[in-house]
């Protein structure tokens, strides 16, 4: 197997929390093949958008990464120098936000900023720059592409900016996207067809995408594997099948169980009780104690390892651990 | 100051002490007051204290009665007729001495004559002989006047105007917009002056000229934030369920501005002092204050050797107010308000 | 182009970095550079009326008679007259003088000369401008500050009358020529004009100081074209702002608010007629025993036209801190001592080390003049009319002033105290007269004001302090502090005065309306006579009846009779003994509270030559010359700005700042 | 847009309209021409004088009815003055305010606009300089130097400048003017040095809190993402943004401007409108006061509607109807 488009080896990113700081992100690893969709799925405030800041080191301060590394296409991001890094990005791997509605800038026209994602990684003139403008834009299926490119984002719909950033995004064909929660922000209708604008251009253009999300719906239609993140820390991993299906951590299994149309029928729709705790007040043993209902003795010492369940399936838990060993 | 005029203080200072008692009360009643308060002495506790001395002495320069102390013969017969409050009275009488003597010297400036009390002026005396530092305790009740005194003006007319304009609306509203456009399209300082010109010069009328100056921004910012919560949706539900107009101004309205009122209040705070010292150089200002005192230095700078006391005593007693009221200011506003304000300043 | 302009900016910062306040091209100019503390009211002759305003207009307008300049005691000598005239007594006391102008001295050149020949750029001066000058002095719409000190020439307060009947019985009279308006007036009968050359003043008694008003600016010949020309309207200036005159300097620029520049005259007799020779157009020959020694007759300018000077330039400058430092730089030629710096200047009453050092001069001189505070006789309750109690109480008030304490805070001891108004130098003085109640007595001056019936100080009618104002014309804090320094003195018999502060020319509006109860001022003398100062307590020229400069309002029937008697006598015993008898009525009357006479210690530079200091307020400009060359060395010495705190600042500021962005782009990779 | 700055303007001569009567208020009906002549002649002037002083100034017409001639009122006649900008003399000492105006506007603005651009782009670059390094000691340095010399008088500033500067350092000249080309700017130098110093800790703590606010949106991350260095960042898309936030400012500042120049000017003898209105008070000229407040004011609406169209140009989400 050839070199993979991103390789992510235990990250760690830490942001100050009263007298010191805590890691939002504490030790993930996981890798992501061309081509391939991974989810990256949890709850909120799980750390999964500080691992895809962290990926093109966007975190904001006073977040800062302490250690692991990233490999995008072969180069390690966290030693690159900032200008070589500057190519990385938008280049290499480019990245769509959650919020399409605050992620253009408004006093300039949304041809203007895809123009210059554009321009800062290839020489072309103004009107070279306007043509490929227009022809993402007809790619994303912006209607009228020409006109809109004169438009300021306040005169756009939010679907319209969602596009218009998946055209930025995809400007210049990058190896991988990071797609942080792309359609959270949008009304259902639109989700829907932003996914499948998302899943038509993967197909189309081979990119990688590191899909963000808690919604797994989204999961359910677009990706391939299944990364699962609780407090900081990847919990289990798999194709989609093997999560989705045969989800054997107790934190992934709460999650479908709380999703309406993917429970079992017949069964109360449940939450999981408790809230992810802060990173200050995680428990030393395995992160998911406080709420764990199936929780050992020890859960609350011992941080588990990876128990592989199936190829390509891993879990880290105790339990699950301790059964297979059964 | 009339002699009359001794009375009103002391009433004036009565009323703000009954004042600030009440807040207290309040804030220790009210759970988000308590944990600001406790928030904002956690943050800056040396600003506060600050701030606190010299709120005290302020307090202790407004009671003042007539009488008490004798004078030597050949001394000032009429400082006796006059009222001298507690911190005039941590001094003797006949303090003064002939003219300038260096901070805590047993002679004079000029010619070397014998001080009458030698090594007690602890930062010297000015042109006139009097103490530097008893001028510039005295200074602090007027800076505190300034400040505080025209807040209180402020703070219930602005309020009242503002409420009924962001609530009420319509014909209230274009008025009081109107109003306050023709005051804030009059240069701050310009409009001063002219007030101060019209009324005549005098402590009062500078506290009010100050007081309409700082009136307009006070009143501008409670009319908008009336206007969003006059939106809200318990508002608006409690109005469906015909709570009265009154009722829901006091109970909705009113205890949601309050933190802006404070954020505010402490905001212009140093303004205002800082523009009194402007004033001063004007001969508008009040007497006695520290902008006048300022004033009256910037000649000394020009002496050789140089008479630094007197400035120096003024500028540090004002840049340390200021400088402590920027800093509770700055907190204040970051444990009340977090966002709001900040991009109004 | 960022860079370029960055570079640009710092290039001329660079170059900014002066202090000179110059353009550099006027560096080897003959210029004289003074200071003026507040800008001219006016710069009409006829009314201006003050020392600073005289030192302009006392250059541009060209008198008949002038002072020589370094004889004492004082002489008159010719100026455009041919000579100093003599009294020609008439029948029934009358007195006449006869003037003859100089035939051929020229105005300066003025657009407003057109008005009389269309093509003229200037006129000759005749007689009729003087005889025109004396009736704008007598128009009583002008309100001339002196119309009461010509009253004694013929006619004159009839003319005032009939100009003032004529307007309003009229008023499309007003309208007319002002030349025209005297005219139809009649002129003033003892004002005759006798051909193109000559006028003729007669006076219906005697009043020998008379010939001192013809050194003033006062009775300077003024064009009428000028007057009309420059009447404020549609865009035209004021004719105070734009004066013409025939002397050496005429006025070539004039911003009010911030500079006024005097170019030589080119038309001045001076220059342009040397081979007349008039001796107030050359530099004198002879002095007094001192002047030879100190520099004022060298040969090098003796018997040289008049001025040397190229211009004079007046900046406004309201603070008299900045003054003097631009002084202390070279940017001003003369300056006073600022009392701040008195002890560095000074050192044992001569020039300290440093500054003698620096090439400076010190010219001291007891100036002329009286500071006093004063009552107005008119108040009900300081004044007259308060019978003896007004007496007691201003006996009481004089006697806690002290004039000696005074002078040590305020004026570095500078300063004679005061006994009377007159000061030394003057006839009449007398250095061993004590004057019984300037003498700081407390316990005396409490017994009068419980005599006076304010026991304690304490108003009998209100019950508290005594409430009296002290009406001053200087809002400045320092001149506050000054006042402050009485007030004080005063508080001590428990009196309650407040300080009512104005500037100088609402003072001077405020004394015009006789609106005030205490006040302070001076006299400086307009010449060397007892009478320059007992006049200003004479009744008949009391400010409330005739706008004169009596401004206590003081009016004592015995004292105006001695006043008429001593005026017209001669010095000798005669008239000392008339001075005694006035001096104790102002003893016991206490319209003044005398303060002290000035002693001037003025500074000069080492450039300034020909300097002497003159006590009337003679205007000096004429004589001074510039070595202009050792001014620009002496200032380029003097003024190399201090550069290294800029490059310490810069390498602080760097050395606080480059750790943190080194750690912080470090930190970055 | 022509619409609204047509309207925007009328409602700005309105608001001077206001003013003009808030003037006549002030100055003829809460303070009468006795008390104006009583202030200016002094208090204890006979009747009679007083009468005089106010028929000289002509304060002697009824104030806002006269039932023979409607229009001769005092009302009147100040409106006339103030909108035909002819102001008549000084209660002072009688000169032409209008020329006094006209004269004092140089000086004025020759120290106005510089030390309101370099104030503009000095704060601005410093605050940029603070924000980029924000989280390092160099930004909590500066925020405190903000607060510090945001605490000092500005009397303090100007004295402080006078001597250290002027006297000690002997830079610049310690005062005075002159309009020359060849020297105006030595002139100009200290004032606007003491006017950077003492204006730009509040300006530099304001523009820091907006660029750090700006530079935590959304959209700045977008860019970084697609590949911005952070210079570009700064100039091209926070710059941009904050320039709403800045303009806000400016027009706060802005009688500050005249507040600052006040004392400046008087401080360095600089013979503006500063200077005149200083003058103005010590002298108890009211006429002239009153037309400085006018024409204050007629400034300052005048920027005020500047600056609301100028908003249109740095956000194009501002739409005028």
């Not at chain 1, 792309?182 to 197909?203: C, F, G, K, S, Y």
């Not at chain 3, 004039?254 to 001796?279: C, K, M, T």
């Amino acid at each position: 197997m050839s070199e993979p488009v991103l390789r992510v080896h235990e990250l760690v990113t830490s942001f100050p929390a009263g007298r010191g700081r805590a890691a939002a992100v504490d030790g993930v690893s996981f890798q992501l093949a061309e081509g391939e969709v991974l989810a990256l799925v949890g709850e909120s405030g799980c750390g999964k958008s500080v691992t895809a800041l962290s990926l093109l080191r966007l975190v904001p301060k006073p977040g800062r990464i302490e250690s692991g590394s990233i490999r995008i296409a072969g180069r390690e991001v966290l030693t690159l120098h900032v200008s070589e890094l500057r190519s990385v990005r938008g280049k290499e791997a480019a990245m769509i936000f959650q919020e399409p509605m605050t992620s253009l800038s408004p006093v300039l026209t949304v041809g203007a900023q895809v123009a210059e994602a554009l321009r800062l990684h290839e020489p072309m003139s103004a009107a070279q720059a306007r043509r490929r403008s227009v022809a993402l834009f007809e790619q994303v299926r912006i209607p009228d592409p020409d006109a809109r490119f004169d438009s300021f984002p306040h005169q756009l719909s939010g679907g319209l900016k969602q596009r218009v950033m998946i055209a930025m995004a995809l400007a210049l064909k990058p190896r991988l996207l990071v797609a942080d929660e792309p359609t959270t922000a949008l009304d259902v209708t639109i989700q829907a067809q932003i996914l499948e604008l998302l899943r038509d251009l993967q197909r189309e253009l081979g990119t990688a995408i590191l899909l963000i999300t808690h919604d797994l719906g989204v999961v359910n239609e677009l990706a391939d594997r299944i990364a699962v993140m609780y407090a900081g820390r990847l919990v289990e991993e798999g194709t989609r099948v093997q999560v989705l299906g045969e989800a054997r951590h107790p934190y992934t299994q709460g999650l479908l169980r709380a999703v309406p149309s993917l429970g079992r029928r017949g069964e109360r729709l449940a939450e999981i009780p408790g809230v992810v705790p802060r990173p200050s007040e995680r428990p030393p043993g395995c992160r998911f104690a406080t709420r764990c209902p199936v929780r050992l003795p020890r859960c609350a010492s011992d941080p588990p390892g990876d128990t592989p369940l199936a190829p390509g399936h891993v879990a880290r838990c105790h339990v699950v651990a301790q059964e297979l060993a059964r | 100051m009339s002699v009359e005029g001794h009375v009103l203080a002391n009433a004036v200072i009565a009323l703000l002490l009954a004042a600030c008692a009440g807040l207290a009360v309040v804030i220790h009643r009210s759970e988000l007051w308590r944990a600001a308060a406790v928030e904002l002495w956690r943050r800056r506790p040396i600003a506060l204290l600050v701030v606190a001395v010299y709120l005290v002495i302020a307090a202790l320069d407004s009671i003042s009665w007539v009488g008490g102390g004798e004078v030597g013969e050949g001394g000032d017969v009429l400082a006796m007729h006059q009222p001298r409050s507690l911190i005039d009275r941590l001094f003797p009488l006949d303090f003064d001495e002939k003219s300038y003597s260096a901070p805590l010297a047993s002679v004079e400036f000029y010619g070397g004559d014998p001080l009458d009390h030698p090594g007690r002026h602890l930062l010297g005396t000015d042109i006139l002989g009097r103490d530097v530092l008893h001028v510039m305790l005295d200074g602090t009740r007027i800076a505190l006047l300034v400040g505080g005194f025209t807040s209180l003006l402020v703070i219930p007319l602005a309020l009242l105007v503002g409420v009924s304009a962001g609530y009420f609306g319509k014909r209230i509203d274009d008025v009081a917009f109107f109003v306050m456009s023709v005051l804030m399209s009059i240069p701050d300082l310009l409009l001063l002056i002219a007030l101060i010109m019209a009324m005549g010069r005098g402590p009062l009328q500078v506290c009010i000229a100050m007081g309409v100056t700082s009136w307009v921004g006070f009143c501008r910012i409670v009319r908008g934030e009336t206007f969003k919560l006059r939106e809200l949706d318990y508002v608006e539900a409690a109005r469906a369920l015909g709570v009265s107009d009154l009722k829901l101004i006091w109970r909705h309205i009113l205890p949601n501005l309050m933190h802006l009122v404070v954020i505010t209040f402490v905001l212009t705070f140093s303004g205002l002092v800082l523009s009194e010292a402007i004033l001063s150089y004007l001969g508008i200002g009040i007497d006695g204050s520290w902008g006048q005192m300022i004033d009256q230095a910037r000649d000394e700078l020009a002496r050789d050797p140089i008479i630094w006391w007197n400035l120096a005593a003024a500028s540090a007693a004002l840049f340390g107010l200021i400088l402590a009221v920027n800093f509770v200011g700055d907190a204040v506003r970051d444990v009340l308000d977090p966002r709001t304000l900040r991009e109004r300043q | 182009m960022a860079r370029f302009a960055a570079l640009a900016l710092g290039l001329s910062l660079l170059a900014a970095c002066t202090n000179n306040p110059y353009p550099d091209a006027d560096q080897g100019l003959k210029i004289l550079y003074r200071p003026l503390a507040e800008p001219p009211r006016t710069l009409d002759p006829a009314v201006s009326y003050n020392a600073a305003e005289h030192q302009i207009t006392g250059v541009v307008y060209a008198t008949l008679l002038d002072y020589h300049y370094l004889a004492r005691p004082y002489r008159l000598i010719p100026g455009l007259a041919r000579e100093v005239p003599h009294a020609r007594r008439l029948p029934d006391g009358r007195v006449a003088y006869r003037f003859r102008l100089r035939e051929g001295a020229l105005y300066q050149d003025d657009p407003a000369f057109a008005l009389g020949d269309a093509s003229a750029l200037t006129r000759e001066v005749v007689a009729g401008d003087v005889a025109f000058q004396l009736m704008r002095i007598a128009d009583p719409s002008l309100a001339s500050p002196v119309i009461a000190t010509f009253a004694k020439i013929e006619g004159w307060d009839a003319f005032s009358q009939r100009l003032a009947a004529l307007r309003e019985a009229d008023p499309a009279f007003g309208q007319q020529r002002i030349d025209a308006q005297y005219a139809a007036a009649g002129g003033i009968p003892g004002v005759k004009v006798a051909g193109r050359y000559q006028v003729e003043i007669v006076l219906s008694e005697p009043y020998p100081q008379l010939l001192y008003w013809f050194t003033m600016p006062f009775t300077a010949p003024v064009p009428w074209e000028a007057v009309e020309r420059w009447d404020g309207e549609e865009g035209r200036d004021f004719f105070k702002d734009h004066p013409v005159g025939a002397g050496p300097f005429f006025v070539t620029r004039f911003d009010r608010q911030s500079r006024i520049v005097l170019d030589r005259n080119p038309n001045y007799y001076g220059l342009r007629h040397p081979e007349w020779g008039a001796p107030a157009a050359v530099y004198p020959s002879e002095g007094e025993p001192g002047d030879a020694p100190l520099g004022r007759l060298d040969p090098a300018y003796v018997g040289r036209p008049l001025p040397f000077l190229d211009r004079v330039e007046y900046r406004i400058e309201k603070e008299d801190i900045p003054t003097f430092n631009k002084f202390l730089q070279g940017y001003y030629d003369a300056s006073g001592i600022l009392q701040e710096s008195f002890d560095k200047m000074v050192h044992e009453g001569a020039l300290s080390e440093e500054m003698a050092r620096n090439g400076m001069q010190l010219e001291k001189s007891v100036d002329p003049d009286v500071y006093y505070i004063g009552f107005n006789m008119d108040d009900g309750v300081v004044g007259s009319s308060a019978g003896e109690q007004g007496r007691k109480l201003r006996q009481a008030m004089s006697l806690v002033v002290d004039s000696r304490e005074f002078a040590r805070v305020f004026n570095n001891g500078r300063g004679v105290p005061a006994q009377s108004p007159l000061p030394p130098g003057i006839f009449g003085y007398e250095a061993d007269y004590v004057n019984p109640y300037r003498q700081v007595d407390l316990a005396r001056a409490k017994e009068l004001l419980a005599a006076a019936g304010y026991a304690g100080g304490t108003d009998p009618k209100t019950g508290k302090p005594l409430h009296l104002s002290f009406d001053l014309g200087d809002t400045s804090t320092r001149g506050r502090v000054r006042f402050q320094f009485f007030v004080n003195q005063w508080s001590r018999l428990g009196l309650d005065v407040e300080i009512a502060a104005t500037n100088y020319n609402q003072f001077q509006e405020k004394i015009r309306k006789n609106a005030y109860q205490i006040f302070m001022w001076g006299w400086i003398a307009d010449y060397p006579d007892p009478e320059n100062f007992l006049f200003l307590l004479w009744g008949q020229l009391a400010q409330s009846k005739r706008h004169g400069p009596n401004t206590a309002n003081f009016a004592n029937p015995r004292y105006d009779e001695l006043f008429l008697r001593m005026k017209v006598a001669e010095n000798g015993e005669a008239r000392l003994a008339l001075i005694r008898e006035m001096r104790a009525i102002l003893e016991r009357e206490r319209p003044w509270i005398e303060l002290f006479h000035r002693e001037n210690y003025t500074l000069f530079h080492g450039w300034v030559r020909n300097v002497k200091p003159a006590g009337l307020s003679l205007p000096t400009a004429r004589y001074v010359d510039i070595d202009p060359e050792l001014r620009s060395r002496r200032r380029a010495g003097w003024n190399q700005p201090v550069r290294w705190p800029a490059v310490a600042l810069a390498a602080g500021t760097l050395a606080l700042v480059v750790p943190g962005i080194v750690t912080f782009l470090r930190e970055r990779q | 847009m022509l619409a609204y700055i047509v309207r925007r303007t009328a409602y700005g001569f309105v608001t001077l309209i206001g003013v003009l009567l808030l003037l006549f208020v002030l100055f003829f009906l809460y303070a009468s021409p006795h008390e104006m002549a009583r202030r200016a002649v002094g208090e204890k002037a006979p009747p009679e004088v007083l009468e005089q002083w106010i028929v000289n100034h002509g304060y002697d017409k009824p104030k806002v009815w006269n039932p023979e001639h409607p229009f001769d009122t005092l009302l009147v006649e100040h409106f006339r003055r103030a909108l035909s900008f002819d102001f008549g003399r000084g209660d002072a000492d009688g000169t032409p305010i209008t020329q006094r105006l006209r004269e004092g506007m140089g000086p004025s603005l020759a120290l106005a606009v510089p030390s309101f651009v370099f104030g503009l782009l000095f704060s601005v670059a410093l605050a940029l300089f603070v924000a980029y390094f924000r989280e390092t000691y160099i930004d909590r340095m500066g925020v405190i130097v903000c607060v510090l010399t945001m605490s000092i008088s500005t009397l303090l500033y100007i004295i402080g400048g006078q001597f250290l500067i002027g006297k000690l350092l002997r830079w610049f000249p310690i005062s005075g003017f002159d309009a020359s080309p060849s020297v105006i700017v030595r002139f100009l130098m200290l004032p606007l040095v003491v006017s950077l110093a003492s204006g730009v800790g509040g300006s530099v703590r304001f523009y820091r809190t907006v660029f750090i606010e700006e530079g935590g949106r959304d959209y700045v991350r977008t860019a970084r993402a697609k590949g911005c260095g952070d210079l570009r960042v700064m100039t091209h898309h926070v710059l941009r943004n904050a320039l709403i936030p800045i303009l806000t400012r400016t027009v706060v500042v802005i009688p500050f401007l005249f507040t600052g120049s006040l004392l400046l000017e008087s401080f360095f003898g600089i013979p503006g409108l500063g200077s005149l209105t200083v003058d103005a008070v010590q002298g108890n000229d009211f006429a002239t006061l009153r037309a400085l407040v006018f024409i204050g004011s007629l400034l300052f609406i005048g920027a005020q509607i500047a600056t609301d169209v100028s908003y249109s140009l740095v956000d194009p989400r501002v739409r005028f109807e």
